[in-house]
Nanobody, 121 residues
Framework: QVQLVESGGGLVQAGETLTLSCAASGRIFRDYVMGWFRQVPGKEREIVGQ???????NYADPVKGRFTISRDSARNAVHLQMNNLKLEDTAVYSCAAGVRRIGGLYTSDYWGQGTQVTVSS
């Protein structure tokens, strides 16, 4: 059974930093492209960024230069460090394993339960 367990969400002020973590089983962590998505009610889920098995990353334009995804091999975890948070970053953030692009859309094989990030002014 695949389990992705997120932690670290919460309420922060604009300009602050927040780090999300996603714990995965060893096999998933080793074998899958990992990533983070976010969703605002009434909008489509969008990719935030992804990290390959070798650590290569890419990010969506709205978060480039502010967000960093990293792998923690000792803990089988993936982290999302979010710097200089903006009001528009408010969303439910979900960890994902098996991230891939189909046509113009990103999807994934497995999902975490999601964690709320709220940025206030």
């Amino acid at each position: 059974q695949v389990q992705l367990v997120e932690s670290g969400g919460g309420l922060v002020q604009a300009g602050e930093t927040l780090t999300l973590s996603c714990a995965a089983s060893g096999r998933i962590f080793r074998d899958y492209v990992m990533g983070w998505f976010r969703q605002v009610p009434g909008k489509e889920r969008e990719i935030v960024g992804q990290i390959s098995r070798t650590g290569a990353t890419n990010y969506a334009d709205p978060v480039k230069g502010r967000f960093t995804i990293s792998r923690d091999s000792a803990r089988n975890a993936v982290h999302l460090q979010m710097n200089n948070l903006k009001l528009e970053d408010t969303a439910v953030y979900s960890c994902a394993a098996g991230v891939r692009r189909i046509g113009g859309l990103y999807t994934s094989d497995y999902w975490g339960q999601g964690t709320q990030v709220t940025v206030s002014s």
